[in-house]
């Protein structure tokens, strides 16, 4: 992943993809066919090609009311938190040690190719929605597509809310065909809709964090606003039996002021952000806040079966597990919380918006790039130098927002021309990194530098054969993997003789990296469906790799994962952390019934379940937030104890004399990430069609 190769093509590629299908991709996932296009597998045509970036621009009209509410696309922004922008000053800028090159370092460019700002093209979360839609739920397509592009395509969702409810009394059902208006043709019947597709595609953009209102005293204020009207009504959809920063999961949150934006910095200057956007920055530091990202990261849904809703539960829980963890802040925007700060408080800021350079410094830096009168003689007609002149802030935070997902990186960089991205930044051209390198080189420092630890003692040989403990330890304030729940890590153990051979393995991968045993074959949990598509293999057994304290066996593999399974086909089925699973494991997130396994690596400090329930309960949630944040199916293994976590898993690796095929000299171990893990895609390409199907099966194979 470290080498990208530039090649020379129209679409702008920073790295060579494989045009042609993969053999063993293939030979894993043959194409399924679709109704309407038969059974020639997608290739690179228009019809995957999602709208350009061209196309998302959003701006303010001229003498807006306040009360529309008006959001706008990033382009708005870029002009200014863009590096560059003058031609003249390289601000938020630095120079890469290894190339020379200058790296931007701005907060639209550090954003603009992170997971959130690509979240509103992601093909990964449009195949999902597919899926939801066509074959897990496709009686409840409008309330689907409504609640999951709340979040995925917050602001074109919520800007067709505000709009339908002042214009009619009824808040929209914002829809997947929405994300695809342009405004081009001008007479086609999309083009009406254009803006909201821009703004839904624009993903997690600056207002949808800048304009967020939290806390007792400025939610009551906004409460008021005409604008929040459908916020509140998601709301008590969503979040009817809770209270205070609760009502806010699965980003519900209420937006201040369409003339007014946040920040974090103290005295900002207003006027050129006045004048360019009638907009008035101030400063709030609640958007230095985990619970800024807790709203989203907090994904509370209803268990939709049969057409109705059957219970609510919790597909993630990223932000509880950090409130429950040594690394707590200890503190919400409504006042201090139960149990006090951790012994090593960071909030997800501070790790995923780095405001500090590697040799620990606060960064130091203006934070925009404007004509500044003690820089441009020429801009006196406009302002005096205390009106427009920036000063340098200490602990400028980097919009790097990013996890482990590098395959998304990956596709962006390989396929822009499908996902409609540019591959160059549209102020600083050729000067810089393209951000897509960037922002995959900052994974992949995170998943080598910031991720866990390994270590393997107690190893001993002798004619009863080979045996080594191996110690995985959390570096993360969260569990691990976290995120959705299709995420997955798993260990790769090797025996190797002197030669370097591999004398027996656990956790080996085969060319599209199923889990397989020595013989080649997939283990157990790995394949879902018959190879056709036609039908689940046993789904009622709900096969999966069980959590190991001991491993001796090949076709055995230490899954880190959280699996869920549907309602049971009985009357009455029962949903929660604690019921028994009675239905098949599922990836779909309005089908979670119960838990089939969490052995997810805890945070250093994981707090006893009685005290999680102090914290979700002041928070204003449920005590059922602090039940799921555990573990399920952990057995008797003392490292998931309740309140005893050390962030670490130990487990043995215990290889019989008469496995082994020679003489081993050394043992070598492997922490994976899989993003998107083999199971999960054939799920995708089993349960949809169309386009938004066809679009991840030719972008992975």
């Known amino acids: 992943h470290d080498a990208v190769v530039d090649p020379t093509d129209p679409a702008g590629r920073l790295a060579t993809p494989s045009l042609g299908y993969l053999p063993d991709f293939l030979a894993a996932y043959p194409y399924p066919g679709d109704d309407t296009r038969g059974s020639d597998e997608p290739q690179l045509e228009a019809r995957l090609m999602m709208p350009s970036q061209t196309y998302d621009h959003v701006y303010m009209p001229e003498h807006v009311d306040p009360a529309t509410g008006q959001l706008l696309t990033s382009d708005q922004c870029l002009g200014c938190h863009d590096a560059g922008s003058t031609g003249l000053y390289f601000d938020m800028t630095a120079v890469d040690s290894a190339?020379?090159?200058?790296?931007?370092?701005?907060?639209?460019?550090?954003?603009?190719?992170?997971?959130?700002?690509?979240?509103?093209?992601?093909?990964?979360?449009?195949?999902?929605?597919?899926?939801?839609?066509?074959?897990?739920?496709?009686?409840?397509?409008?309330?689907?597509?409504?609640?999951?592009?709340?979040?995925?395509?917050?602001?074109?969702?919520?800007?067709?809310?505000?709009?339908?409810?002042?214009?009619?009394?009824?808040?929209?059902?914002?829809?997947?065909?929405?994300?695809?208006?342009?405004?081009?043709?001008?007479?086609?019947?999309?083009?009406?809709?254009?803006?909201?597709?821009?703004?839904?595609?624009d993903g997690i953009s600056c207002m949808a964090c800048h304009?967020?209102?939290?806390?007792?005293?400025?939610?009551?204020?906004?409460?008021?606003?005409?604008?929040?009207?459908?916020?509140?009504?998601?709301?008590?959809?969503?979040?009817?039996?809770?209270?205070?920063?609760?009502?806010?999961?699965?980003?519900?949150?209420?937006?201040?002021?369409?003339?007014?934006?946040?920040?974090?910095?103290?005295?900002?200057?207003?006027?050129?952000?006045?004048?360019?956007?009638?907009?008035?920055?101030?400063?709030?530091?609640?958007?230095?806040?985990?619970?800024?990202?807790?709203?989203?990261?907090?994904?509370?849904?209803?268990?939709?079966?049969?057409?109705?809703?059957?219970?609510?539960?919790?597909?993630?829980?990223?932000?509880?597990?950090?409130?429950?963890?040594?690394?707590?802040?200890?503190?919400?925007?409504?006042g201090s919380l139960p149990h006090g700060a951790g012994g090593t408080p960071q909030t997800c800021q501070q790790c995923h918006m780095p405001s500090v350079?590697?040799?620990?410094?606060?960064?130091?830096?203006?934070?925009?790039?404007?004509?500044?009168?003690?820089?441009?003689?020429?801009?006196?007609?406009?302002?005096?130098?205390?009106?427009?002149?920036?000063?340098?802030?200490?602990?400028?935070?980097?919009?790097?927002?990013?996890?482990?997902?590098?395959?998304l990186l990956m596709m962006g960089q390989q396929f822009p021309d499908i996902m409609g991205i540019r591959t160059i930044d549209p102020m600083m051209l050729d000067l810089a990194i393209d951000p897509l390198e960037y922002t995959a080189d900052q994974i992949i420092k995170q998943a080598a530098n910031a991720t866990a630890t390994l270590k393997i003692t107690d190893v001993a040989h002798n004619d009863g054969g080979l045996e080594a403990t191996v110690t995985v330890e959390n570096l993360i304030g969260h569990k691990f993997p976290s995120g959705v729940g299709f995420r997955r890590a798993f260990l790769t153990f090797e025996v190797l003789d002197d030669l370097g051979k591999v004398l027996w393995a656990s956790g080996r991968t085969d060319g599209v990296g199923r889990l397989i045993d020595e013989n080649d074959n997939p283990i157990s949990g790995e394949i879902w469906w018959e190879e056709d598509c036609s039908s689940r293999i046993d789904g009622d057994a709900r096969a999966h790799q069980p959590h190991f304290q001991v491993i001796t066996a090949q076709n055995q593999t230490q899954i880190y994962q959280e699996l869920v399974s549907t309602p049971g086909t009985g009357e009455n089925p029962q949903c929660s952390h604690d019921a028994e699973p009675a239905g098949q494991l599922t990836t779909s997130f309005l089908s979670i019934c119960t838990e089939v396994k969490d052995n997810r690596l805890l945070p250093h400090g994981y707090l006893p379940e009685d005290e999680r329930i102090d914290i979700a309960l002041a928070l204003g949630a449920n005590k059922e937030m602090a039940v799921?944040?555990?573990?399920t199916a952990v057995g008797d293994d003392p490292d998931y104890a309740d309140g005893a976590s050390k962030g670490t898993d130990s487990l043995i690796y215990r290889v019989p004399a008469d496995a082994l095929d020679g003489t081993p000299a050394s043992v070598q171990v492997q922490l994976y990430s899989q993003a998107t893990p083999p199971f999960y895609l054939q799920d995708r390409f089993c349960t949809a069609q169309g386009d938004d199907r066809d679009r991840l099966y030719f972008m992975t194979g």
């Open 99 to 201: 190339t020379g090159s200058l790296v931007n370092l701005s907060p639209y460019a550090t954003w603009g190719t992170s997971p959130m700002g690509l979240a509103g093209r992601d093909p990964i979360f449009f195949s999902q929605l597919a899926s939801e839609t066509q074959t897990f739920h496709a009686d409840q397509v409008p309330l689907v597509e409504n609640t999951c592009l709340g979040c995925h395509g917050f602001m074109g969702q919520r800007q067709y809310d505000i709009d339908q409810h002042a214009e009619t009394g009824v808040c929209g059902s914002f829809s997947r065909e929405l994300v695809s208006s342009v405004p081009w043709p001008s007479d086609a019947p999309e083009a009406a809709n254009a803006d909201y597709g821009a703004l839904a595609r």
């Open 211 to 334: 304009r967020m209102v939290l806390g007792e005293e400025d939610t009551a204020a906004a409460a008021k606003l005409a604008e929040n009207a459908c916020a509140l009504e998601r709301q008590e959809l969503l979040n009817a039996d809770m209270t205070g920063f609760g009502r806010t999961f699965t980003g519900s949150y209420l937006l201040g002021p369409s003339d007014e934006i946040y920040g974090p910095f103290e005295n900002p200057v207003t006027t050129p952000m006045q004048n360019a956007l009638d907009i008035t920055p101030k400063h709030n530091s609640t958007i230095q806040e985990a619970e800024l990202c807790g709203t989203c990261h907090t994904v509370h849904l209803p268990v939709l079966h049969n057409g109705e809703t059957i219970a609510q539960v919790y597909e993630q829980l990223t932000y509880a597990e950090w409130a429950f963890s040594d690394y707590r802040s200890g503190t919400s925007p409504d």
């Open 357 to 407: 350079n590697d040799d620990g410094s606060p960064t130091v830096s203006k934070i925009a790039s404007i004509q500044e009168f003690s820089r441009s003689g020429e801009t006196a007609f406009i302002a005096g130098p205390d009106a427009i002149d920036l000063s340098e802030r200490e602990g400028f935070a980097r919009h790097d927002l990013v996890g482990l997902n590098l395959f």
């Open 628 to 631: 799921d944040a555990g573990s």
